[in-house]
């Protein structure tokens, strides 16, 4: 089936620190990869997506590459604030298909 | 303008009880969606209604039942509340598939506490 494996966290940075969370995805076809992004208290955000192979999304200061080869969609910032803090979500909807699937969250504590 | 909007924000009811989450989108999406989200923060999707048809039910307790005045209403009604229904609840939306657009828009959630 379709799914999504992300590292487990949490993750603690410094400020300026150089950010990765690791994202692997399992489907058939050629599936469509987000990044959500949810704030203390709120709702997800979609922080960026990717459609196809080679793709990159980027929103905000991160990245993440659709790899199809290594079937990963890491995703990387360069330099989190303490803003950043936050859990961050992989998803992965299937080709020609809205039934989206979340991976675990990784929670991301960025010290000043 | 909120895009997908959620009442009440906070639900705190006793075991037992009938209680319903109600949630609106704006955005004139097709598909809307009912999420739980436990305490560890994973996400498990419950329901999602397409032009009023449902197309999702992932094994949850009949006790649960979406119900979609139109489409961009998808209320959730609980009955006979237990404890193990504490968790927040995330109301989403998106377009239909012929739009190739797949992401879903989130509302703020609706913490439920059942005591």
């Known amino acids: 089936g379709n799914s999504v494996t992300q590292m487990e966290g949490p993750v603690t940075l410094s400020e300026e620190a150089f950010l990765t969370i690791n994202c692997t995805y399992t489907a058939t076809g050629y599936p469509s990869l987000f990044w959500y992004v949810q704030y203390p208290g709120e709702g997800l955000q979609l922080l960026l997506k990717?459609?196809?192979?080679?793709d990159k999304g980027s929103n905000k200061g991160f990245e993440a590459t659709y790899r199809k080869e290594t079937t990963s969609f890491h995703l990387e910032k360069g330099s989190v604030q303490v803003s950043d803090s936050a859990v961050y979500f992989c998803?992965?909807?299937?080709?020609?298909?809205?039934?989206?699937?979340f991976g675990a969250g990784t929670r991301l504590t960025v010290k000043p | 303008d909120t895009a997908v909007s959620q009442t009440p924000k906070y639900l705190v009811t006793q075991m037992g009880n009938d209680k319903s989450i109600k949630c609106e989108q704006n955005l004139g999406h097709d598909t809307m969606y009912w999420y739980k989200q436990d305490s560890k923060k994973f996400l498990k999707i419950m329901f999602s209604y397409n032009n009023k048809e449902l197309i999702i039910n992932e094994t949850v307790p009949n006790r649960f039942s979406p119900k979609s005045p139109d489409k961009a209403h998808l209320n959730l009604h609980i009955n006979s509340l237990e404890l193990g229904d504490s968790a927040v609840y995330f109301c989403?939306?998106?377009?239909?598939?012929?739009?190739?657009?797949?992401?879903?828009?989130f509302g703020p959630g609706t913490r439920l506490t059942v005591t």
């Open positions: 989403a939306s998106s377009q239909d598939l012929t739009s190739g657009s797949y992401e879903q828009y």
């Open positions: 990717a459609t196809k192979a080679d």
């Open positions: 998803a992965l909807t299937p080709y020609n298909n809205n039934d989206m699937r």
